[in-house]
């Protein structure tokens, strides 16, 4: 029988199944695998629970939503016929992990209804997917209800028995999202204290969920807190006032709960869950959008040759990166700041905007116009840094502006907010961005939603604490890397200061501004571009620093953007082995902590072809000198496995070509 002629078949055992269930206030929702099954409940108060292989992971955990004036949607509710369906979308990202996506998924509408006043009407939405399942909150149309005011979201998560916990805390709403991660279990968590999202959970077998949140728009960014042994929602309270979470009118949706569950860590890399709950792309003519690597100086202190004529916020300064890009084929120079002062006019301090800033005038002896054409001629594109408070007063008319000289993107900087004005604002950012043909790189702001799907021109967000740090701080370790891939990057594109070249031992470390120092190896570094997933690689070190030292020419060479992706092998704050494809090469990279260890990469995500492995490894003299590296060649076929050794802090990167 056809898979077409299957699925009425299935829809309708499911609607079947559905009413019997409705009718004792009970309904369930599996994965298209059956391995995930959610049930909601609805008894005295509405409520579910979510199991993974028939073992519990979300006990009994209860949901309601208050809001000014009329009260706690959460008691005294009746349920309406739900409405089941079963839904393929084949889509393709241009900025992904992958680049076409097929998602199977089940979903269920569960019509909730108060049966006393005010009679409100809310929807309950699930979708299950083989890797995680998802719930939103729909506030439809309905007579006597037309606005509203949240003044809180109770979603519960009560976790089952007393798993690890791997997340950032942070002491309030206003945050850049920058800090070290804590491992700890459930139970010894503080109450009341903020987890920010996606927070990893193991339970035992082990078995890993980690939990976020999907199409944030016209609403709170949402946080996690423990209640009374209960893992609670939390959301970013609008500015001025502590009550109010979210003013909207109806309909209206809440961004996607989710849970990426499964009983192999790889497996939450690897998902596209995020982006196949956003919207379809809204943009029609993609063909300008351009992933790729970009220099950064600020990073490195905007370090020129003794011999530049005349260093600073001007064309000469420019053009010496310029010309590098050129001659090592990377896409982009960022055009930033020059002695702590912006390439615009300002009159604030500390990159802090002053009451004349002004993103569409350049410092005196700046013309951008002239930088984006020398640029062009020598096929490379210009982006710039603004604080979002210089850009967002005069949004339309700098993105005419920065059309206009030829800019292609910028860094957006300073966010440090995700209530909902705030996340309003930076959707207004990015939808009129698109319209002037620019991409946008949002710092200092919260985690991806997947709404690069609907936006591809968001290629990348930070909410990291990264290698920027190093310009003022030790903080930034080889295990710190590794927390940020379990939990960060499950959202998706993860904005990093990469490229430092300068590694030295723990003990030889200090703080420089300038030409900052590095821990862990160089092929730790050069993973790092294969292990994160984020199609603006930056390339933050200065010229000299790169040109003709080992391991740049797989800076060169390493893509951004990604056809597939597949982890070897992983152990949450330990390791990972990553392998990524793009055309008919695939690169494969690993980092470690603190420890040493011999890993084995089989390699049977390759083609049924012969391969030629171009590996970089680190040195046998590491520990003392970690810029060496061993760089070999092999001949290779998918029945093969490679042993290698990391290094304390190490790690290894792989090019595989086929052989004609």
Excluded at 11 to 32: D, G, R, W
Excluded at 189 to 199: F, I, N, W
Aim: net charge negative.
């Amino acid at each position: 029988m056809s898979t077409k002629m299957q699925l009425p078949v299935l829809v309708i055992s499911l609607i079947v199944s559905a009413k019997s269930l409705a009718q004792k206030n009970t309904v369930e929702l599996t994965s298209p695998n059956g391995i995930i099954a959610f049930s909601f409940h609805n008894r005295d108060s509405a409520s579910y629970s979510v199991s993974f292989k028939k073992k519990q992971i979300i006990a009994n955990s209860s949901f309601s939503l208050d809001f000014q004036g009329s009260g706690a949607f959460k008691e005294k509710l009746k349920i309406g016929r739900p409405i089941f369906s079963r839904r393929e979308e084949k889509y393709e990202l241009i900025t992904g992990k992958s680049r076409w996506v097929d998602q199977l998924y089940y979903s269920v509408i569960i019509p909730l209804e108060e049966t006393k006043s005010p009679f409100r009407k809310i929807n309950l939405e699930v979708r299950a997917f083989d890797d995680g399942l998802a719930f939103r909150y729909e506030l439809p149309a309905q007579k006597n209800w037309t606005e509203f005011s949240l003044t809180d979201e109770h979603t519960n998560f009560n976790l089952a028995g007393d798993p690890n916990v791997l997340a950032l805390l942070l002491p309030n709403y206003t945050t850049s999202h920058e800090g070290e991660y804590t491992h700890s279990t459930f139970s010894k968590l503080t109450e009341d204290t903020l987890l920010d999202m996606p927070a990893l959970f193991t339970f035992p077998g082990p078995v890993y969920v980690a939990i976020t949140e999907a199409a944030l728009v016209d609403y709170a960014g949402m946080y996690l807190a423990k209640e009374t042994n209960v893992l609670t929602s939390k959301l970013s309270p609008l500015p001025g006032q502590s009550q109010i979470k979210v003013k909207a009118q109806l309909p209206h949706f809440s961004p996607w709960r989710v849970l990426m569950i499964s009983d192999r860590i790889g497996a939450l890399i690897e998902s596209n869950i995020l982006t196949s709950l956003n919207e379809p792309c809204k943009i029609s003519d993609l063909s300008w959008i351009k992933p790729g690597k970009t220099t950064f100086p600020w990073w490195n202190g905007n370090v020129v040759p003794d011999t530049l004529n005349a260093p600073g916020n001007n064309f000469v300064t420019n053009q010496y990166y310029i010309d590098f890009c050129s001659r090592n084929g990377l896409e982009y120079h960022s055009v930033v700041e020059y002695g702590l002062h912006q390439w615009y006019m300002d009159d604030g301090v500390n990159f802090q905007p002053g009451p004349h800033a002004d993103v569409t005038t350049p410092v005196p002896g700046l013309n951008m116009k002239e930088i984006c054409d020398y640029a062009k001629l020598h096929g490379v594109d210009i982006r710039v840094w603004v604080h979002w408070a210089a850009l967002y007063p005069k949004l339309d008319t700098a993105f005419a502006l920065f059309e206009k000289w030829g800019l292609k993107g910028m860094m957006v900087d300073f966010m440090d907010r995700d209530d909902q004005e705030m996340v309003n604002i930076q959707t207004e950012i990015v939808q009129k961005a698109a319209q002037h043909h620019l991409h946008i790189q949002f710092h200092g702001a919260y985690k991806p939603t997947g709404l690069s799907r609907t936006w591809p021109n968001e290629f990348t967000r930070e909410g990291t604490l990264n290698y920027e740090v190093n310009k003022w701080d030790k903080r930034i370790t080889p295990d710190h890397d590794l927390d940020i891939v379990f939990t960060r990057m499950l959202a998706g594109p993860t904005d990093y200061h990469l490229g430092g070249f300068r590694a030295v031992p723990d003990s030889l470390f200090k703080v420089q501004y300038t030409r900052p120092l590095m821990l862990g190896t160089r092929c730790h570094m050069l993973a790092m571009y294969v292990v994160l997933q984020n199609p603006l690689g930056m390339v933050c070190d200065y010229p000299a620093a790169y040109e003709g030292q080992p391991g740049f020419e797989f800076i060169k060479e390493v893509p951004t953007t990604w056809d597939a992706t597949k982890v070897i092998d992983a152990k949450v704050g330990e390791y990972i082995v990553i392998a990524r494809k793009k055309g008919d090469d695939w690169f494969a990279g690993a980092i470690t902590n603190h420890s040493e260890r011999l890993i084995d990469i089989p390699l049977k995500f390759l083609d049924d072809e012969k391969y030629v492995a171009e590996i970089y490894s680190d040195a046998a003299d590491v520990n003392a000198e970690p810029n060496h590296l061993k760089k070999e060649n092999k001949n290779v076929i998918n029945k093969d496995v490679l042993s290698l050794r990391l290094a304390s802090g190490g790690g290894m990167v792989i090019h595989f070509r086929k052989i004609n």
